[in-house]
């Protein structure tokens, strides 16, 4: 496949995955930390709104990391993948998430002792597909510097 299509298959992949992002947040968290359904939520109850505000500050971050990859991916529709750039916003990307992870997992305990939420569980396997996902990010960005050293080193080869 050319780096076009790859990029255009990487956009895609990022508008869905926006998409989906979204629609969890303007449903789905507001059926968890409320009675489970949209018709009669809480707005009144202050756990909920902590709540509900909480899981809105955890997911923005989220959005953040899909910035970076439209990066990446505007980058490799130019032919460029291999940057040293790309590596730094794979890495801030790794960074970005692992504070999430914590404070999202830390919130969620916190609301579960209180008593607020019993969805703990699935908090839990939430935050373990965030730290797979975040290790081969880390991965990742260590394989993009040396591609990026490599590539510079073969552009200077004549």
């Given at each position: 496949m050319n780096e076009k299509l790859l990029s255009s298959l990487t956009?895609?992949?990022?508008?869905?995955?926006?998409v989906c992002g979204l629609l969890s947040c303007f449903l789905w968290?507001?059926?968890?930390t409320g009675n489970g359904t949209l018709q009669d939520l809480p707005w009144e109850s202050?756990?909920?709104?902590?709540?509900?505000?909480?899981?809105?500050?955890?997911?923005?971050p989220c959005f953040a990391l899909l910035?970076?990859?439209?990066?990446?991916?505007?980058?490799?529709?130019?032919?460029?993948?291999f940057l040293e750039k790309n590596a730094l916003y794979v890495s801030y990307a790794f960074m970005i998430l692992i504070i999430?992870?914590?404070v999202f997992l830390i919130g969620n305990t916190v609301f579960a002792i209180l008593g607020w939420n019993g969805w703990i569980i699935l908090h839990i396997?939430?935050?373990?597909?965030g730290l797979v996902v975040s290790i081969f990010m880390y991965?990742?960005?260590?394989?993009?510097?040396?591609?990026?050293?490599?590539?510079?080193?073969?552009d200077f080869t004549v």
């Open positions: 956009r895609i992949a990022i508008l869905i995955i926006g968290i507001p059926i968890s202050s756990s909920f709104l902590i709540q509900y505000i909480f899981h809105w500050i955890v997911s923005l910035f970076f990859a439209w990066r990446i991916a505007s980058n490799m529709n130019n032919g460029r993948l999430d992870i914590i396997l939430i935050a373990a597909t991965i990742l960005s260590k394989y993009l510097i040396r591609a990026a050293i490599l590539q510079e080193e073969s």
